[in-house]
């Protein structure tokens, strides 16, 4: 089965500096995706951003990008120029067409605040 | 457009009582998911909707609970004497077709349950 695990509970950053949360997985499947979520307060759960495991080059968004090394099994997520509004949860989720469903496998959450 | 939609945002039950929980996905969106989010956990899946196909109910943790999607729109997540240990964050989202790989799932804002 599947697994995902972040082993960072919490983090804190400085306004403006950057962040690296960290977001390991376990599969055995070759074709897979991985996600980005990020959950404010208001539960709302956004899509921060998403890497195809065929892919090799890393994913983008703005401010946001991935570090992804698959035979490490690793997906990392930089912040980079932390802006307050970034402060939330946020979690890494996996997903495999192969399990022959497309829900979402998540990991426990990094609690992110940035510091004024 | 208008996003996922849940209700109510808040419900507090007592022990033994069943509840009702709505989910409106975003139109023309023919995959719906239901997660439930315990405190200090990810996010579990729960039972997935697509089109007209059999739902994949291997998330629901035990046999109280049932969900239902009428006219592949809304669905509702029925809790049948509730436990304490049900009271979590119940998560619903929505995807394009379900049957691509790289859909994105939208989220709802959530229903947070509390069983006394």
Redesign the interface.
């Given at each position: 089965a599947q697994t995902?695990t972040?082993s960072q509970p919490e983090m804190s950053v400085q306004e403006a500096e950057t962040v690296t949360l960290s977001c390991t997985y376990d599969t055995s499947e070759s074709?897979y995706?991985l996600f980005w979520?990020k959950q404010p307060p208001?539960?709302?759960?956004?899509?921060v951003i998403?890497q195809?495991a065929y892919k090799q080059q890393n994913a983008t968004e703005n401010r946001f990008s991935v570090n992804f090394q698959k035979a490490a099994k690793s997906f990392s997520l930089k912040i980079s120029d932390s802006q307050l509004g970034d402060t939330a949860m946020y979690?890494c989720?996996f997903?495999s067409?192969l399990s022959?469903?497309?829900?979402?496998?998540?990991?426990?959450?990094t609690r992110l605040k940035v510091l004024a | 457009g208008a996003g996922v939609s849940q209700s109510p945002s808040n419900k507090v039950t007592e022990k033994g009582k069943d509840v009702e929980l709505r989910c409106d996905p975003i139109s023309g969106h023919t995959a719906l998911y239901w997660y439930r989010q315990s405190l200090g956990q990810g996010l579990e899946f729960l039972i997935y909707f697509q089109g007209n196909s059999a739902p994949d109910k291997s998330g629901l943790p035990s046999d109280r609970f049932s969900a239902e999607r009428t006219g592949g729109s809304v669905s509702t997540l029925t809790i049948q004497r509730t436990q304490q240990e049900d009271s979590a964050v119940y998560l619903c989202a929505s995807s394009l077709v379900g049957l691509a790989a790289t859909d994105t799932q939208y989220f709802g804002p959530g229903t947070r349950l509390t069983v006394l």
């Open positions: 995902v972040q074709n995706y979520y208001s539960r709302q759960m956004i899509l998403r195809e979690f989720a997903m067409p022959g469903t497309y829900k979402y496998i998540f990991g426990t959450g | -």
